[in-house]
């Protein structure tokens, strides 16, 4: 048995390739052997670019982590300062009258972690995430009333806040009250003329006839129908025996 002849190499190849002693098949392998070794480049060059592909994927998940965790943390840092300062707002809405519902203090996360005082004034910290400001949305658009980076000073103008708001809101009450006390006047007053005119009415219109009566009155009527319908009935009968059964 005839043992199998060893693949001929790159340099043989190239010898053959130049003094035309292989056949056109073998020529036209060694050539594509040859531009593939070509775009190709080194051996194992795909496992390398592969192996830095994978590399480069994990870099970038561990750098995506790390930026989630950076904007995370300075979330729960905005979080955690808005916070404190509504702790140190509690013992001023503790001194709110009970009645007055229009201070609603509460912190509201998301994106810009915002604590709103009220439904138009709130407090959200600047982009340096350390500076206070204290917002409010008016007619002519959002104002800052205080931007500071101490609490004290935040508790400062949010009380005077409070105390402007309670008294546009004392403000606003009296003025409800004269207008009600003047419209209620004016209510009972046509409501009296109202009434008078109903009882002169009612005393110029003549009394319905009795229900009772009419009912009695009815029921007679109905009993004579039905008596004359029977004695109809009874001549019809008397009539028809004489002139047909009586023959």
Not at 86 to 114: M, N, S, Y
Not at 180 to 207: H, M, N, V
């Amino acid at each position: 048995m005839e043992e199998p002849l060893p693949a001929p190499s790159d340099k043989a190849q190239g010898a053959g390739l130049k003094n035309g002693s292989l056949t056109p098949a073998e020529r036209l392998s060694a050539l594509v052997e040859r531009e593939r070794a070509t775009r190709k480049g080194p051996t194992g060059a795909l496992d390398e670019r592969m192996a830095s592909l994978a590399g480069a994927l994990r870099r970038a998940r561990l750098e995506n982590a790390e930026q989630s965790a950076a904007i995370s943390d300075l979330r729960a840092a905005e979080t955690a300062r808005l916070e404190i300062l509504g702790e140190a707002l509690a013992p001023v809405l503790a001194q709110v009258p009970k009645e007055c519902d229009i201070f609603d203090a509460g912190l509201t996360p998301g994106e810009r972690p915002r604590l709103f005082i009220d439904q138009i004034g709130f407090v959200e910290m600047d982009r340096d995430r350390r500076t206070y400001r204290f917002l409010q949305d008016t007619r002519h658009g959002r104002v800052v009333l205080r931007e500071s980076d101490d609490v004290e000073e935040l508790v400062e103008a949010i009380t005077s806040y409070i105390a402007h708001r309670l008294i546009e809101r004392e403000k606003a009450l009296a003025i409800d009250f004269a207008s009600g006390g003047a419209a209620q006047a004016l209510s009972a007053k046509i409501a009296a003329a109202r009434a008078a005119k109903a009882g002169q009415g009612a005393k110029e219109t003549p009394r319905p006839f009795p229900a009772k009566a009419f009912q009695a009155v009815l029921f007679l009527m109905e009993f004579l129908g039905s008596a004359a319908f029977f004695g109809l009935l009874a001549v019809l009968g008397v009539w028809l025996y004489q002139n047909y059964v009586a023959l």
